[in-house]
């Protein structure tokens, strides 16, 4: 199989679909940085002190490092979503909304 047609499959699978691929990989993105970035701040003894320190203090990055490992299950969740997604299912029906017919 080429990248066309790969490309092409990938374009046909995400049609009409644009908008929520992309409001994921944003929520993901910021859940996923901000989350370990807001403890290595409060680890680290506030904004100052964090701000004022030329290295990270242990407890702060193992910390930090606990929380990105905890954070992999949502990589696999967002992973099965765009999955999902591919083979035309809804979003909706993925994240359990009920829908009014």
Same mark, same amino acid.
């Given at each position: ?14 049609? +009409?679909? @644009? ?7 944003? *929520?993901? &993105?910021?859940?996923?940085? %901000?989350?370990? !970035? ?6 680290? +003894?506030? @904004? ?7 290295? *990270?203090? &242990?407890?702060?990055?193992? %910390?930090?490092? !606990? ?35």
């Amino acid at each position: 199989m080429s990248l066309s047609s790969l490309r092409h499959e990938a374009r046909k699978a995400l049609k +009409g679909k @644009w908008g929520s691929a992309v409001l994921l990989m944003l *929520v993901y &993105a910021l859940v996923t940085m %901000v989350v370990p !970035f807001g403890v290595e701040v409060v680890f680290s +003894g506030g @904004w100052k002190a964090w701000l004022d320190q030329e290295t *990270v203090p &242990a407890s702060a990055s193992i %910390v930090s490092m !606990f929380v990105s490992f905890a954070l992999i299950p949502l990589s696999v969740v967002l992973y099965w979503v765009f999955f999902a997604m591919s083979l035309f299912v809804s979003l909706r029906y993925l994240l359990f909304i009920k829908t009014e017919n």
